[in-house]
């Protein structure tokens, strides 16, 4: 019933205004799938490879399609996915490109879904997935690759720890969101949002640190739950591998490996972080070691472009004691079942998983369903925007369904 009897793939817009790669499943029994892949603006450099998206097309069309149509099962991911490398031919899908990979990876489990008429989370996690839901991470002030002329930190993140629902977090992190856009008026900072719909002001990070601690305070009163914040620093991107230092640009500061592993603990120490992505260059192993020692009772470190998805580097990083967490992008290593690997050696392994969203997305909601499937604490995408909200009300649908 699953066999994939078409797959078609075409251009679409992502919210950036770029083209992206969509792809359609179809099954001999009807079964459909449609899923578009994402696209990063700070990337890590170990990333699988999006190639421009008419060549990525053209590529998959050649090389997976044919070796799919007529043999593969959708509601086999484990074969639909080795497939896709097996075609590719090499190990960071530089020959389909990560995007036609990732897009046809989705599309084909939730054509795999809808033969079996289950939620995609259910098909993909098993019948016992659908209680327990991510904390959603809402940024809610950004700058870095992700807006112009704003904060160095990339991402300041609301994170809704105490909600005693999904739905109640999703809200509290719009709430945070809105109070923030008041408190930077009144500090005569009135502001645009960035990529991923954040406010992006032209102020440094001790600002923003100030701005979203009282935001965070004030809903907190309101909702009567915790909530706390975290951040994603991206510090790949402020990285000067020749000075060996990490560049503030705005706040004019400049901080070697040692000051910055000092600077990240001491904002855990004053602002109760919950999270920290990032904080380190994404080669240094040590650096994120050092920190995880220091402040890793206390927080989550999370490796972004540190592990980028992958189990080669997450293997690395459990040997080393680096990080205690690991973002998950299916689009940084090509297919949903690596994904899945990603996760299942994490969890193993105590790291905590968090889904995330890319700064450039569109209105697919498989992150949703991957992060019910896989029990993980956490998903990142974003708090308001439509392609962020597509994420956010999938999964108050999956709750409610559940219920
Ligand atoms: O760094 C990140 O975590 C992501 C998503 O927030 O950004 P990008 O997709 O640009 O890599
Ligand atoms: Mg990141």
């Known amino acids: 019933m699953t066999l994939i009897t078409d797959i078609r793939l075409r251009r679409i817009l992502d919210s950036r205004g770029n083209p992206t790669v969509e ?5 001999e029994s009807g079964g459909f799938g449609r899923a578009a892949a994402p696209s990063g603006a700070s990337t890590g450099e170990y990333e699988a490879v999006e190639r421009p998206p008419t060549e990525a097309i053209a590529a998959a069309r050649e090389h997976a399609v044919p070796r799919l149509v007529g043999e593969a099962y959708a509601g086999n991911q484990r074969e639909v996915d080795s497939i896709l490398r097996a075609a590719d031919g090499t190990d960071d899908f530089s020959e389909i490109g990560a995007n036609s990979a990732v897009a046809i990876s989705m599309a084909a489990a939730k054509a795999g879904a ?27 002030v950004g700058g870095g690759e992700h807006a112009a002329d704003a904060t160095d930190i990339q991402e300041f993140l609301a994170a809704p720890v105490g909600a005693p629902s999904v739905e109640d977090a999703v809200f509290a992190n719009a ?35 100030e701005i979203v601690d009282e935001a965070v305070s004030t809903v907190q009163d309101d ?51 919950v999270y920290v992505e990032d904080p380190l260059d994404e080669d240094d192993y040590d650096a994120f070691a050092e920190l995880t020692d220091e402040v ?3 927080t989550l470190i999370c490796g972004d472009d540190l592990f980028v998805t992958n189990t080669d580097r997450l293997v690395d990083g459990i040997d080393r004691g680096a990080a205690n967490s690991i973002l998950i992008k299916p689009n940084q290593i090509g297919t949903l079942s690596d994904a899945f690997d ?42 308001v925007g439509g392609e962020r909200t597509a994420k956010l009300n999938e999964l108050i649908r999956i709750a409610d369904d559940a219920t």
Do not use: C
């Open 23 to 27: 792809a359609d499943v179809v099954t």
């Open 296 to 298: 890793g009772d206390q």
């Open 114 to 140: 809808d033969v079996l008429g289950a939620p995609l989370f259910q098909h993909l996690g098993g019948t016992f997935r659908g209680e327990n839901f991510p904390t959603p991470l809402g940024n809610v």
């Open 342 to 383: 990603a996760i299942e050696l994490a969890t193993q392994n105590g790291y905590d998983s968090v889904i995330s969203h890319r700064s450039g997305e569109t209105e697919d909601t498989t992150i949703a369903h991957l992060a019910v499937a896989t029990d993980a604490p956490f998903i990142k995408t974003g708090a």
């Open 223 to 273: 909702v009567g739950f915790n909530i706390g914040f975290g951040l994603d620093v991206a510090a790949a991107e402020m990285y000067d591998a020749d000075s060996e230092t990490y560049e503030y640009e705005s706040a004019g500061v400049s901080r070697d490996t040692e000051e910055q592993i000092e600077y990240i603990a001491e904002l855990v120490d004053e602002y109760d972080l």
């Open 175 to 209: 709430a945070v969101h809105a109070e923030v856009a008041d408190l930077l008026e009144e500090r005569g900072h009135p502001s645009g949002k960035g990529d991923e719909g954040a406010w992006a002001p032209s102020i440094d990070d001790s600002e923003a640190f």
